[in-house]
Nanobody, 126 residues
C-alpha cells in the first residue's frame, strides 16, 4: 500500500494550490479518502473527506468549507485537494489517508484512517 502526496509548495496569501495523492496497492475506488493537515506544534486535524466509488458525498472542516474542494479520479487512483484563497494559517504538512471501513460514515479522526501518505508541505506567506 502506498499513498504519495505532491503539489505542495510556497505560495502567497490568496493564492491557490492543488494537491494530489496517488494511491497504489489497494482497491482505491472501494475506499473513502481524506485529507488532513498538521501545523508545527499542533495535532493533526481533519480537512476534507470524500466517499468511496464516485465520491459524490463530501465533507469539510469549517476552515476548509467554501475554499477547498476534494475530488477523486478512480481511473488514475488519485485524490485531489484544490485549495483556493489560501491563508497564512493554512500552512501545514498535508496528508492524504484512506478509510477502509465498509460503511461510508462521516469519519474525521486520524485514528479512523488506515493508510497514510508521507505528507507534502504547504507554506502560505503573508
Amino acid at each position: 500500500v502506498q499513498l504519495v502526496e505532491s503539489g505542495g509548495g510556497l505560495v502567497q496569501v490568496g493564492d491557490s494550490l492543488r494537491l494530489s495523492c496517488a494511491a497504489s496497492g489497494f482497491p482505491f475506488s472501494n475506499y473513502a479518502m481524506g485529507w488532513f493537515r498538521q501545523a508545527q506544534g499542533k495535532e493533526r486535524e481533519f480537512v476534507a473527506r470524500l466517499s468511496r466509488g464516485g465520491g459524490h458525498i463530501t465533507y469539510y472542516s469549517d476552515t476548509a468549507r467554501g475554499r477547498f474542494t476534494i475530488s477523486r479520479d478512480n481511473a488514475k487512483n488519485t485524490v485531489y485537494l484544490q485549495m483556493n484563497s489560501l491563508k497564512a494559517e493554512d500552512t501545514a504538512i498535508y496528508y492524504c489517508a484512506a478509510d477502509t471501513h465498509p460503511i461510508d460514515l462521516r469519519r474525521t479522526q486520524p485514528t479512523e484512517y488506515e493508510y497514510w501518505g508521507q505528507g507534502t508541505q504547504v507554506t502560505v506567506s503573508s
